[in-house]
Structures are given as C-alpha cells and as structure tokens.
C-alpha cells in the first residue's frame, strides 16, 4: 500500500522560513515523478512544484525563486524548503507521485502570519 507522511508545518512570521518533508512507502520511488501541492480549505489543489527521478525542479510562478524541491531516493523523502513566506502561501502541502490516484497523506499543516 502506498502511504505519503508528510512533515515539517507550522506557524511562521512573513519571510520566514519551513522544511516540509514526505516519506513514501510501498512504491518505487527513484523512477517516480514527485510533487508538493497546496489546499486551502474550500479550494483546488494546486501544483506547488515536481522534481523528476533525476534532475531540476519545475515552479509554479507564484513560489519560483522561494521554494527549492529536492529528494534522497536512498531514503524515499522528497522535501520542500520554502523560504520568504508570504501569508498567501498558508495552506495545507501534501506531497504525491505526479499524474497517479495514489490516496492523499494527511499532510501539514502550514501557517504564515504575524
């Protein structure tokens, strides 16, 4: 069974700074396309940012040059670290292998307010 555990949320100030980790199980993760996505309650998910098996992230607009996506196969974790958050980026981020109907994690809970 695949399971995401995804890790890292909180409460921040404007322009601070997060590490958000998911650890996946019960998949191959070195050959698959990985992705952090946002929800705010009552919206769409939203692609956040992917990173392919090997090589460069790809950035939705609204985070480029904030948010850096990475991941260690040897461990099957993909992170997200977001820097200069903005309250806009509040939402809850779960991570999931991209374009597959793998069930959801619970996520964490992220929060950018003074």
């Known amino acids: 069974q695949v399971q995401f555990v995804e890790s890292g949320g909180g409460l921040v100030q404007p322009g601070g700074s997060l590490r958000l980790s998911c650890a996946a199980s019960?998949?191959?993760?070195?050959?698959?396309?990985m992705a952090w996505y946002r929800q705010v309650p009552g919206n769409t998910r939203e692609l956040v940012a992917r990173?392919?098996?090997?090589?460069?992230?790809y950035y939705v607009d609204s985070v480029k040059g904030r948010f850096t996506i990475s991941r260690d196969n040897s461990k099957n974790t993909v992170y997200l670290e977001m820097n200069s958050l903005k309250p806009e980026d509040t939402a809850f981020y779960y991570c999931n292998v991209v374009g597959s109907l793998y069930s959801w994690g619970q996520g964490t809970q992220v929060t950018v307010s003074s």
């Open positions: 990173i392919p098996p090997f090589g460069q992230g």
């Open positions: 019960g998949m191959l993760f070195r050959s698959a396309q």
